[in-house]
């Protein structure tokens, strides 16, 4: 419960859109080809701006975008 509450407060700091909500990295592995795991590496490293709540890292479909846009730049 305190964890929803915090996530709420979150997103309510900033205009949330589909794009820009605070998933679990977890749910954003699915959509994506890189593994959860790498993607709490580049969290973990600062490459993919994320937040850790109670020990699960959180980010956004747009910051995993990002990222992958940067990456095939390359």
């Known amino acids: ?10 997103n309510a700091l900033t205009k949330t859109t589909a794009n820009n909500e605070l998933l679990p990295l977890s749910f954003l592995a699915k959509e994506t080809p890189y593994s959860q795991e790498y993607l709490s590496l580049l969290a973990r490293r600062s490459v993919l701006p994320a937040t850790k709540i109670n020990g699960v890292w959180y980010s956004s479909k747009e910051e995993v975008k990002k990222y992958r846009i940067k990456e095939k730049s390359k």
Do not use: D
Request: glycine content about 0%.
């Open 1 to 10: 419960m305190e964890e929803e509450s915090l996530m709420r407060y979150l």
